[in-house]
């Protein structure tokens, strides 16, 4: 039998076990509810049918303040939960960054703060609106009865009304669907890998490659239909956190409201670092941003198994350490992971016991080129992906925060830009100078070379993302690493 790096004897997770679908990874297999059957929640369900509305009109404050204050102990399913916590982070954020002309509040109301917390609790997510509930579970079928595919997809909700944020959200649903099929195969070639049958290692993990071949591609569609400024000056503002906000007056967090005495709490804001496919391709792959990894046993050692009782212990006591080391060496990725949902992350943790591919390929490459093969094309088809996404976050938030709003979406008294019918506007208007100084710059950016990011990436030195990173350094970070990790 083959062993992996850290534990031979764990059987292999089950990803069934951790709510992923054999299909589609990350994203659930049953179609997300479009609304919670049970009349006692009808008061969230009718603000959410009216959202757009109330935000422009700016009443949804006061129908928010309105409401009851409901118990969760209702919610019968996971998909329960997962649709009121989506509900319930919909209204809040829009409760929140909707008003553009008034102060954010300081407080969230306990009628959003206590249920939201709760469900929160049982999902084991922070009550923030996350990546989960604006891309993972915030989708339907056009067609009921059509593919799983982008066209046919389409939100749930969006803060905006603008095709724009439908088309950004929808955009990483299918990344998600289509990296997500890998999920399957590769396990198929861990367990592979551990009844040493190179044959096999490589079939799965030339299937797992087919799908990975679509991510970098859906990914470059989000130019087709997200303007840049519509994003960066409407849709961003409403998917910022509650921490590195002193500009908006949150020095210390929001209260919520009959949450711990109204204790303050301070969270990153919606972000893709929060997605889990990558984060499980990583390891998959054994693709590693940490700058200085724990040392361990030599690739031999664990690909075989050959290792003595005392010193199997001692892998097992380091394999604890280097969590805390892992913590204390990439603090951002490790605090990204803890606004994944908590099955997901309990995923996570079982995969990086059992992960061997990149070991097995070292130890057996030279008998299997075509192991070598497939997996350097797997991991170029990753580098590729962030290559593309370190475009995205130039194009989206560095030039757009160096630029400054168009005139069309000027900057409100509070110093935030303009209400959301404007940038539906904007979508239609003719175009402003601005704005065809940005269709050059989108233009230029479809051909840009590597060495022309490595200018933009200088430029948008210290330019925050919504998770309060340093974006595009920390995105060329994971890139490069990624490319670090293929052999010779």
Request: with cysteine; charged share 20%; hydrophobic share 35%.
């Amino acid at each position: 039998m083959l062993a992996t790096t850290v534990n031979t004897q764990r059987p292999l997770p089950v990803l069934e076990d951790y709510e992923l679908s054999p299909l589609y990874g990350f994203i659930p297999h049953e179609v997300p509810l479009e609304r919670l059957p049970q009349s006692y929640y009808q008061p969230w369900e009718n603000i959410a049918d009216r959202l757009i509305e109330l935000i422009q009109s700016k009443k949804l404050r006061d129908e928010v303040h309105q409401l009851p204050l409901l118990d969760v102990d209702q919610l019968e399913t996971v998909r329960e939960q997962r649709r009121a916590y989506q509900v319930l982070g919909f209204l809040s954020h829009s409760y929140l960054w909707g008003d553009k002309d008034k102060p954010t509040p300081q407080s969230l109301p306990a009628a959003l703060a206590v249920p939201w917390t709760r469900v929160a609790d049982q999902l084991g997510i922070p009550p923030i609106l996350t990546y989960a509930a604006t891309d993972v579970w915030n989708w339907t079928l056009k067609d009921k009865k059509g593919p799983f595919e982008l066209e046919n997809l389409k939100t749930l909700f969006t803060m905006t009304g603008t095709p724009d944020e439908d088309w950004f959200y929808i955009v990483a649903t299918a990344v998600e669907m289509a990296g997500g099929a890998a999920m399957k195969p590769l396990l198929a070639a861990v367990e592979a890998a551990r009844a040493h049958d190179a044959t096999t290692v490589r079939r799965h993990m030339a299937e797992a490659l087919t799908h990975l071949q679509r991510v970098a591609g859906l990914l470059s569609r989000m130019f087709e239909h997200c303007d840049p400024a519509v994003f960066y000056w409407q849709i961003r503002p409403f998917i910022q956190g509650t921490e590195h906000n002193p500009a908006l007056g949150l020095l210390d967090g929001l209260a919520y409201e009959g949450v711990n005495g109204g204790e303050r709490k301070q969270f990153m804001g919606t972000t893709a670092g929060q997605s889990s496919l990558f984060p499980a391709l990583d390891i998959f792959y054994g693709i590693d941003h940490d700058p200085n990894p724990p040392s361990s046993k030599t690739s031999s050692e664990s690909a075989n198994g050959s290792s003595s009782s005392s010193s199997t212990a001692s892998t097992t006591n380091d394999s604890s350490k280097s969590l805390v080391a892992r913590k204390n060496r990439h603090p951002l990725l490790y605090k990204m992971k803890q606004y994944m949902p908590g099955p997901h992350r309990a995923f996570l943790d079982h995969l990086a016991e059992v992960a061997n591919l990149r070991d097995y390929v070292e130890q057996y490459g030279d008998a299997n080129p075509d192991l070598v093969q497939v997996y350097n094309a797997s991991v170029a088809q990753i580098q590729e992906f962030r290559s593309i996404h370190i475009r995205v976050a130039t194009r989206y938030v560095v030039m757009q925060a160096k630029r400054g709003p168009p005139p069309s979406m000027a900057l409100t008294s509070n110093g935030q830009p303009s209400g959301p019918a404007t940038a539906v506007a904007a979508t239609t208007a003719t175009p402003t100078p601005q704005q065809k100084q940005q269709q050059q710059d989108d233009k230029k950016n479809k051909t840009q070379t590597h060495d022309d990011e490595a200018d933009t990436t200088k430029d948008g030195a210290g330019v925050k993302g919504t998770g309060g990173s340093d974006l595009v350094v920390f995105l060329r970070g994971l890139r490069d690493e990624t490319t670090a990790s293929k052999f010779a």
